[in-house]
Nanobody
Framework: VQLQASGGGLVQPGGSLRLSCAASGSSVGRNAMGWYRQAPGKQRELVAGIVSGGIPNYADSVKGRFTISGDNAKNMVYLQMNNLKPEDTAVYHC?????????WGKGTLVTVSS
């Protein structure tokens, strides 16, 4: 399984970005997809996840600002990020869980700065 994230960049506070992640291969056995982030000097944290057929879950810090969505037919997961704050600056990694095993892709850097 290979995951490729894209869509990061530099944005001013209050701005928006949309991250995309493409998963290779079949969706058979895939239980969940989502996004983690890791800021310099900080631990990795779950930003948003979506279980197949389930309700998305979000970190408290992004609720109301970020929206996760998926397209199973295209093996894609997206993260719409609105009202971005400097503390959202991090490398964002997408993940997918197949048969109970997590797979990770290279991250995409999001920098929120004026």
């Amino acid at each position: 399984v290979q995951l490729q994230a894209s869509g990061g960049g530099l944005v001013q506070p209050g701005g928006s970005l949309r991250l995309s992640c493409a998963a290779s291969g079949s969706s058979v056995g895939r239980n969940a997809m989502g996004w983690y982030r890791q800021a310099p000097g900080k631990q990795r944290e779950l930003v948003a996840g979506i279980v197949s057929g389930g309700i998305p879950n979000y970190a408290d810090s992004v609720k109301g600002r970020f929206t996760i969505s998926g397209d199973n037919a295209k093996n894609m997961v997206y993260l719409q990020m609105n009202n971005l704050k400097p503390e959202d600056t991090a490398v964002y990694h997408c993940y997918a869980n197949y048969y109970g095993i997590d797979y990770w892709g290279k991250g995409t850097l999001v920098t929120v700065s004026s």
